[in-house]
T-cell receptor
Framework: AQKITQTQPGMFVQEKEAVTLDCTYD???????LFWYKQPSSGEMIFLIY??????QNATEGRYSLNFQKARKSANLVISASQLGDSAMYFC??????????FGTGTSLTVIP | DTEVTQTPKHLVMGMTNKKSLKCEQH?????MYWYKQKAKKPPELMFV???????INESVPSRFSPECPNSSLLNLHLHALQPEDSALYLC?????????????FGPGTRLLVL
């Protein structure tokens, strides 16, 4: 069975600082994809970044980077130079074979001015 | 363009009403999804359509009835709902069902059942 764990229910970060949101996963699929989504209070789930299990390099998208450590089964999201608009819920998700996404419980990030 | 649209944005209905939620995408995606999300919880998968056929039904009560009229549209018909069905309903789509396929979400419909 697939499982995603986010152990930080809430995080605070000072504006312009970097922050790391933790995500660990468990799967028996030989290949899989890992995703991060941002959900502001408006409700829309916004796709941020993707990492494939066979990708050699860590994914980056602008201020977002994914610290992928396959042996440790972790896929942490790093947000650099935090902005007030980064305040939101962040969900880690995994997809193996088939049509299902498995979501973690989420981390609520608050950026302090 | 990675836009998925959902209507209505908000819906209030009584337990005896019949209403429908609508989802549309024009990205040529062949998989579409309905999720239910309670406050401060992750989305819960309800239904998956793949190539316009229902491929996953996560034991959802029959008062929720999905429909996929064509490859761009996904509906969720609601009938005789309960107050505990109040939630944010999210629609998503993806190109296919492979592990690299990103799901793109719509803005959601906030449903309140009185």
């Amino acid at each position: 069975a697939q499982k995603i764990t986010q152990t930080q229910p809430g995080m605070f970060v000072q504006e312009k600082e970097a922050v790391t949101l933790d995500c660990t996963y468990d799967t028996s699929d030989p290949s899989y994809g890992l995703f991060w989504y941002k959900q502001p209070s408006s409700g829309e789930m916004i796709f941020l970044i993707y990492q494939g299990s066979y990708d050699q390099q860590n994914a980056t998208e602008g201020r977002y980077s994914l610290n992928f450590q396959k042996a440790r089964k972790s896929a942490n999201l790093v947000i650099s130079a935090s902005q007030l608009g980064d305040s939101a819920m962040y969900f880690c998700a995994m997809r193996g074979f088939g049509n299902q996404f498995y979501f973690g419980t989420g981390t609520s990030l608050t950026v302090i001015p | 363009d990675t836009e998925v649209t959902q209507t209505p944005k908000h819906l209030v209905m009584g337990m005896t009403n019949k209403k429908s939620l609508k989802c549309e995408q024009h990205m040529g995606h062949r998989a579409m999804y309905w999720y239910k999300q309670k406050a401060k919880k992750p989305p819960e998968l309800m239904f998956v359509y793949s190539y316009e056929k229902l491929s996953i039904n996560e034991s959802v009560p029959s008062r929720f009835s999905p429909e996929c009229p064509n490859s761009s549209l996904l509906n969720l018909h609601l009938h005789a709902l309960q107050p505990e069905d109040s939630a944010l309903y999210l629609c998503a789509s993806s190109q296919g069902s492979g592990m690299v396929e990103t799901q793109y979400f719509g803005p959601g419909t906030r449903l309140l059942v009185l």
